[in-house]
């Protein structure tokens, strides 16, 4: 695909998979995942983040299968590979807010929507450091979606 069709190609196409985000202070939004032969393009839309210090927010696809409990069940970072830290799978770039809105689109090779189905994406109240293991001293869970197929 040439880069200048990757917006065509997303507004014509529903994603392959979709994680409805919801959390701590009304925080919600969806991330969207589609496959391409090389990859998965991302797209993370999320509302009412709170107001931090540097207002970034650890974002990553974690093991577990459910939000509930508080996120006490969505496990570690997806890291079928057994990589260390920011290596892993489930490991994606940080989350920007701006006034409490965050936005952001990324392409990655590091799963396949297929292997990610059903797992949990989360939102921790810290940055990531991309240093500490195993999870880059994220800070608590505090919001979360379960991957599904679209």
Aim: proline residues 6%; contains cysteine; aromatic residues 10%.
């Amino acid at each position: 695909m040439q880069d200048n069709n990757i917006f065509k190609y997303l507004s014509s196409k529903l994603p392959d998979a979709e994680a409805k985000i919801s959390g701590e202070a009304n925080i919600s939004g969806n991330v969207g995942f589609w496959q391409l032969p090389s990859g998965v393009i991302v797209v993370a839309d999320i509302e009412n983040l709170p107001n931090t210090t540097n207002n970034i927010f650890a974002f990553h696809i974690h093991e577990g299968q459910t939000c509930e409990n508080n996120f006490a069940e969505t496990g570690g970072h997806y890291n079928p590979r057994s990589l260390p830290h920011p290596q892993h799978s489930g490991d994606m770039p940080p989350l920007f807010s701006n006034n409490g809105s965050a936005w952001q689109a990324f392409f990655t090779d590091r799963f396949s929507v297929q292997e990610v189905l059903g797992r949990t994406v989360i939102i921790h109240n810290g940055v990531d450091d991309f240093v500490s293991q195993p999870s880059g001293n994220s800070g608590e869970k505090i919001a979360c979606g379960k991957i599904m197929k679209k």
